[in-house]
């Protein structure tokens, strides 16, 4: 593996550990909060962010990942808390979710970081590409996170 890719899951995993530290005090309830001036809560943020990760590596490479086929209903764009169902993945469902999400992505695309597909939005055309907007996308809902969390 090249040393940048090298960086880019160290970076990957690196992100996640301190957003999953960031939760160490919320309690199930809390990430159910939806504070005044907010359209979402923590419970939402944790699904949105472990979905847009996959949603544009399978938007790029045009290849089914059924880990998140009912997700896009509850955390897609657009959507909020009023979307959940009795069938919405929990707060603690979410969480071994988020963990290991780094390691899967690795195991699944490291070897594919370069492989070139047709570019999809903001002219991305390779999975190396696109895991630099997610981790960017991710510390955008952190910083969310760690705001709601202020606010309750």
């Known amino acids: 593996m090249k040393k940048r890719h090298v960086v880019l899951f160290n970076q990957l ?44 590596i399978q938007a790029l490479t045009k290849e089914k990942i059924k ?36 390691s899967v992505i690795k195991e699944i695309y490291g070897s594919r970081l370069e492989e070139e597909f047709t570019p999809t939005g903001m002219g991305m055309h390779t999975i190396e590409q696109v895991l630099i907007r997610t981790i960017f996308h991710e510390g955008m809902h952190l910083q969310t996170i760690l705001d709601i969390k202020k606010s309750i």
């Open 67 to 102: 880990s998140i086929e009912d997700f896009e209903q509850w955390f897609g764009y657009g959507t909020s808390p009023s979307n959940f169902t009795i069938d919405t993945p929990s707060f603690e469902t979410l969480i071994p979710l988020l963990t290991h999400q780094p």
């Open 13 to 56: 995993e690196a992100y996640r550990s301190h957003l999953l530290a960031v939760l160490n005090d919320v309690t199930q309830e809390g990430t159910e909060v939806i504070p005044r001036g907010f359209r979402n809560n923590i419970h939402w943020n944790l699904g949105h962010i472990y979905l847009d990760q996959y949603l544009w």
